[in-house]
Nanobody, 125 residues
């Protein structure tokens, strides 16, 4: 059974940093595009980043470009999101999700093949 488990969310002050992790199991993560998606209360999901299976093709939403860095370790079946210079607007539930191709516009998480339960990031002083 495929599973994605996010971790690393926390309460952090504006300007701070966090590193999110997403551990995959039950499927061959190394063949999949892996995405980070966030969702604020009352809003739809916002795609923020994707990394190709080989790890060399990276894409970011304009809202996080230059502040967030996605990476993956296929030997550990884990992806990461390094988040720097965090802003209050980054407060959201962060999900990782797997897709066969980059999927940067979604109305629902179930458009991805696999997704986790999310980890909460709160940016506040």
């Amino acid at each position: 059974q495929a599973q994605l488990v996010e971790s690393g969310g926390d309460l952090v002050q504006p300007g701070g940093s966090l590193r999110l992790s997403c551990a995959a199991s039950g499927f061959a993560m190394k063949f999949w595009h892996m995405n980070w998606v966030r969702q604020r209360p009352g809003e739809g999901p916002e795609w923020i980043s994707v990394i190709a299976p080989g790890g060399k093709d990276l894409r970011y939403a304009d809202s996080v470009k230059g502040r967030f860095t996605i990476s993956r370790d296929n030997t550990e079946n884990t992806i990461y999101l390094q988040m720097d210079n965090l802003e209050p607007e980054d407060t959201a539930l962060y999900y990782c999700a797997a897709s066969a191709l980059p999927l940067t516009r979604v109305r629902s998480l179930n458009e991805y093949t696999y997704w986790g339960r999310g980890t909460q990031v709160t940016v506040s002083s």
